[in-house]
């Protein structure tokens, strides 16, 4: 077995190419998949009462993604290596290990991960997998024959009409639904969450955590494994120092929750590492770029990641201005008319630039033209006077400091280098991110300064700029840096936000407002109510903002008669408690489950004819059990 292994050159590179032909109709159909298929356009004939409206709607779609995926898209030639992907599957593997209880621990109250799953398991009843399936095949037959086409529009646009087939079979479900079921985040994600609880559905059941934060753990394996394939070391330390980074405290968090923010993390860490290109090269040559492609899909996915493109935009403009000033200066002071000759036309150059700004921006605002038209979700509402607020600076030095841990100290360091190394343009792109994000959520709304998931737009420029550093020191002193990413791993275990049996630790990442995970052991407690009171109705009580206890009960295949007494927020939980067993004897529920704020049991009201049956604890929260 050793002697095969010899006999394989890992360092062996293989070399990836996609022509500009196959780019166009890849991004026509992730165009199709979030604004076609995806049928924000229906919605205009819903809210207008016009069918000539919507129609409308329709064609100014697919006009646009037509124009859209024929102007972006270039020829990509890209390298991959056997020992990168088999990095990449060893930090599958750890990462696994390390978020195993995680993975699989009960859905938490509060956050918005409840949401997430309810919403991709609407959609997994709404697609049926046979229709998928022959949606599919469809779409490889097509592809087979539009590429014995000349013509590129035309395959685009056959693509991008391809996507009115789904909506005749489903597309009255989703206008049925209604535009916050479609609106309130981009729904191309949930396309992405349905596929592994689709396939679990046909063998089994849907009904398990981990089925549903795939997608994140699988993002932060492709981080690490994007981290450390820029580092100049040795398979062992390009292990550790993956794992240095998988326990950063924002990173490991993250790494077993359904949000939206993780994969657009992957895209936009390509791009920081890719920067100082995207920021200066013309047109063109952009499109060759894989990074080019990271940064375009960005505005698919999160419609708060118009902060990193807004960035990026704005270093854009600044790179050209100076190229544009040094190109002024050249042409007037050239000594002959061959050397004005070789300049780029000022006109097409702007062109050119608007293309980009164009291409970065256009699906995230034609997303946010939908949402603000067709729908009253809450959207940016600048309150300049926040930045006056002394504690929104506090909250984001500290979630700074508490959520990356040592990377935040490595990054500003590595970008001292940088600034050393002449690299400005590099540098002002990675402080403008770290420094723009926090403060444009904070004046959105003060609460949200510092949020921890807000910050995971801030993790890539933080990983790329500390990369720089560690490079500098592998390159120096091999040891210094394996002392240094020692130091590091056990450093983010101490100020890890996880409990060893998988819970996170309450109020972890929020600083002016409680917007965080609350982990209970729901599942343990509604089993063992199951097993014991199988036939007595119950009253969840205690929680001032209402949990899914949907999932639990199709996962327990138990359906009891149920209600849900809400507390008061602030509430004392002596309080709360009595107001609950009042309640129950009023209206005839034997068992209440009753959700304590923190680990201390309430003292229990007296002369009741309920009795605490039960306790569950974990490493984060309690729930009580009464009996009556």
């Not at 124009?67 to 599957?89: E, N």
């Not at 529009?153 to 479609?182: C, D, E, M, Q, W």
């Not at 949907?550 to 507390?567: G, I, V």
Request: proline share 4%; hydrophobic share 50%; charged share 15%.
């Amino acid at each position: 077995m050793l002697g095969i292994f010899k006999k394989i050159n890992l360092d062996r590179s293989y070399d990836i190419f996609f022509p500009r032909a196959c780019v166009n109709v890849l991004l026509a159909s992730m165009f199709s998949l979030a604004f076609v298929i995806t049928p924000y356009w229906s919605l205009i004939g819903k809210k207008t009462g016009s069918i000539t409206a919507e129609i409308a709607g329709l064609i100014f779609t697919i006009g646009l993604g037509i124009a859209w995926s024929y102007i972006s898209g270039g020829d990509i030639r890209a390298k991959i290596s056997l020992k990168s992907l088999i990095l990449l599957v060893i930090m599958v593997g750890g990462l696994a290990v390390i978020n195993f209880n995680a993975l699989n621990y009960n859905i938490p109250w509060r956050g918005d991960e409840d949401f997430h799953i309810k919403k991709t398991l609407d959609l997994l009843k709404i697609i049926s997998l046979k229709w998928v399936l022959l949606y599919l095949i469809f779409q490889i037959l097509l592809f087979y024959k539009i590429f014995q086409k000349p013509w590129r529009l035309l395959r685009i646009t056959v693509v991008l009409i391809s996507g009115i087939i789904p909506f005749l079979f489903i597309g009255y479900i989703f206008i049925k639904n209604g535009s916050s079921f479609l609106l309130r985040y981009p729904f191309v994600d949930y396309w992405f969450f349905a596929v592994v609880p689709k396939i679990a559905s046909v063998i089994n059941s849907p009904y398990s955590e981990i089925l549903f934060r795939i997608i994140p753990f699988l993002s932060v394996a492709v981080i690490v494994w994007i981290f450390q394939s820029k580092l100049i070391s040795s398979w062992i330390m390009k292990i550790v120092w993956g794992i240095s980074c998988a326990l950063i405290p924002i990173v490991l968090y993250y790494s077993s929750i359904l949000y939206l923010e993780l994969p657009a993390a992957v895209l936009m860490l390509v791009v920081c590492f890719r920067i100082k290109g995207l920021l200066q090269k013309d047109f063109n040559d952009i499109r060759h770029d894989p990074g080019w492609y990271a940064l375009i899909l960005i505005g698919f996915i999160k419609e708060t990641a118009i902060t990193f493109l807004f960035c990026f935009v704005v270093c854009r403009i600044l790179a050209y201005s100076v190229k544009a000033i040094q190109n002024y200066r050249s042409q007037s002071s050239a000594k002959n008319a061959m050397e004005t000759k070789v300049q780029i036309p000022f006109t097409k150059s702007l062109i050119e630039e608007i293309l980009i700004v164009s291409s970065s921006l256009g699906p995230l605002l034609l997303y946010l033209i939908f949402r603000s038209y067709l729908t009253s979700t809450r959207t940016f509402t600048p309150n300049l006077a926040n930045l006056l607020n002394l504690s929104s600076y506090q909250a984001i030095g500290q979630s700074l400091v508490q959520q990356f841990g040592p990377y935040l100290l490595f990054f500003i360091c590595g970008w001292i280098l940088l600034l050393v190394r002449k690299e400005f343009t590099i540098a002002g792109f990675f402080m403008l991110l770290v420094l723009f994000i926090p403060l444009f959520h904070a004046v959105d709304n003060i609460s949200f300064a510092g949020y921890s998931r807000f910050n995971l737009f801030v993790l890539p420029p933080i990983l790329a700029g500390s990369s720089f550093l560690f490079n500098w020191m592998i390159e120096r002193k091999k040891y210094i840096a394996a002392v240094t990413v020692a130091g590091i791993i056990l450093l983010n275990l101490v100020i890890s936000p996880v409990n060893s049996d998988g819970t996170k630790i309450p109020y972890w990442g929020n600083y002016l407002a409680d917007t965080s995970e609350h982990y209970y052991p729901y599942q343990e407690a509604l089993s063992w109510i199951k097993d014991t009171y199988p036939q007595n109705n119950l009253l969840s009580a205690g929680a001032f903002y209402p949990y899914y206890f949907d999932f639990y009960f199709n996962k327990l295949d138990w359906f009891p008669t149920f209600h849900t007494l809400s507390a008061q927020k602030g509430q004392a939980d002596k309080q709360a408690l009595s107001i609950a067993v009042d309640s129950a004897e009023k209206n005839h529920y034997q068992v209440i489950l009753f959700q304590v704020v923190g680990k201390a049991i309430p003292v229990y009201p007296t002369g009741t004819p309920f009795n605490k049956v039960k306790i569950f604890q974990n490493d984060a929260q309690t729930l009580l059990v009464l009996y009556k």
